[in-house]
């Protein structure tokens, strides 16, 4: 059983700094990509960050410059730094982790195990 759970959320303003963070727990030796996923309400689920076992990160055009994906894979855990974080990127944002091999994805079809979210709210 895989368990993802996020933390770090919270109400800033515009400008401010964030850290979100995600603990995996469980049979967690196959995963190679793991992701932050957010959603607005009334958008659609978009990816805003990926990283795979190797390093490798991928970003969406919008965070480039202000978020920083990374990872610990020794405590099987994700971050995402944000910095000048602005009202758009108000959202609740999800990791997400899966056993595909390759390209790093930033969608949503490709990842295996999701949590349940923290909200990110950013006020102007």
């Known amino acids: 059983q895989v368990q993802v759970v996020e933390s770090g959320g919270g109400s800033v303003e515009a400008g401010g700094s964030l850290r979100l963070s995600c603990a995996i727990y469980?049979?967690?030796?196959?995963?190679?990509?793991m992701a932050w996923f957010r959603q607005a309400p009334g958008k659609e689920r978009e990816g805003v960050a990926g990283i795979a076992h190797d390093g490798r990160t991928r970003y969406q055009d919008s965070v480039k410059g202000r978020f920083t994906i990374s990872q610990d894979n020794g405590n099987n855990t994700l971050y995402l730094q944000m910095n000048s974080l602005k009202p758009d990127d108000t959202a609740m944002y999800y990791c997400?982790?899966?056993?595909?091999?390759?390209?790093?994805?930033?969608?949503?079809?490709?990842?295996?195990?999701w949590g349940l979210g923290t909200q990110v709210t950013v006020s102007s």
């Open positions: 469980g049979y967690t030796d196959n995963f190679y990509l």
């Open positions: 997400a982790v899966a056993r595909a091999i390759g390209a790093i994805s930033l969608s949503a079809s490709t990842y295996d195990y």
